[in-house]
């Protein structure tokens, strides 16, 4: 069993910098890729980034490419989510999940089996 637990989010100024964390309690941190997902209202889960359990392969959406950056710790069980040149479209609930699967590029929402409670971002314009 993976519990994950976020913070970092809040409300943020148009083009402000707020890093999001994972924290995971678990003793095969090592097992899972990590994913960032959001949901805006109104709106459907869509995958932000994640990062692979071998070889820290990381992957974006488009609509975050060149912004946000994807890091792991894994002596503090910990991956991050650095969202930098935020734009009020960026308002979303965030979740961490986790997942065991095999392969790189994993940013759809069933892929996933153990998921946080969230953290909310607003950006304001």
């Known amino acids: 069993q993976v519990r994950l637990v976020e913070s970092g989010g809040g409300l943020v100024q148009n083009g402000g910098s707020p890093r999001l964390t994972c924290a995971a309690s678990?003793?095969?941190?090592?097992?899972?890729?990590i994913g960032w997902f959001r949901q805006a209202p109104g709106k459907e889960r869509e995958g932000v980034s994640c990062?692979?359990?071998?070889?820290?392969?990381?992957y974006y959406a488009d609509s975050v490419k060149g912004r946000f950056t994807i890091s792991k710790d894994n002596a503090k069980n910990t991956v991050y989510l650095q969202m930098n040149n935020l734009k009020p479209e960026d308002t979303a609930l965030y979740y961490c999940?986790?997942?065991?699967?095999?392969?790189?590029?994993?940013?759809?929402?069933?892929?996933?089996?153990?998921w946080g409670q969230g953290t909310q971002v607003t950006v304001s314009s």
């Open positions: 990062i692979s359990k071998i070889d820290d392969i990381t």
């Open positions: 678990t003793y095969t941190w090592l097992n899972y890729n």
């Open positions: 999940a986790a997942d065991a699967g095999l392969g790189y590029y994993r940013l759809r929402p069933d892929e996933y089996d153990h």
